[in-house]
């Protein structure tokens, strides 16, 4: 499956963005999704997870409460809608699709993933 992540950009600390995974490929209801990303000097980190059918989501500890997936399996989409951005959000973001494994939270897990999608949040 190709992932192309889109819906990056600057925002004010406190605002909100959403962010779009289009696939194409094979079926795209048979992964389940999840989004990481990459700050600056850091190593790539979880953000979150949603399972094949939508019904069960996973969330890191620095986004819970701020962020939320989604996906429309007839789009072939994945969404990450991120409000009240923080500063520490900046980060290139990538999206992944997984056949299957645990944990959710590991990007080893994951087969597939997008280029990536810069959001810069300014203080």
């Known amino acids: 499956v190709q992932l192309q992540a889109s819906g990056g950009g600057l925002v004010q600390a406190g605002g909100s963005l959403r962010l779009s995974c289009a696939a194409s490929g094979r079926a795209f209801r048979n992964y389940r999704m999840g989004w990481f990303r990459r700050a600056p000097g850091q190593e790539r980190g979880f953000v979150s997870s949603i399972s094949r059918s939508g019904g069960t989501t996973v969330y890191g500890d620095s986004v819970k409460g701020r962020f939320t997936i989604s996906r429309d399996n007839a789009k072939n989409t994945v969404y990450l809608q991120m409000n009240s951005l923080k500063s520490e959000d900046t980060a290139v973001y990538h999206c992944?699709?997984?056949?299957?494994?645990?944990?959710?939270?590991?990007?080893?897990?994951?087969?597939?993933w997008g280029q990536g999608t810069l959001v810069t949040v300014s203080s």
């Open positions: 992944a699709g997984s056949s299957g494994g645990y944990p959710y939270t590991s990007s080893g897990i994951y087969d597939y």
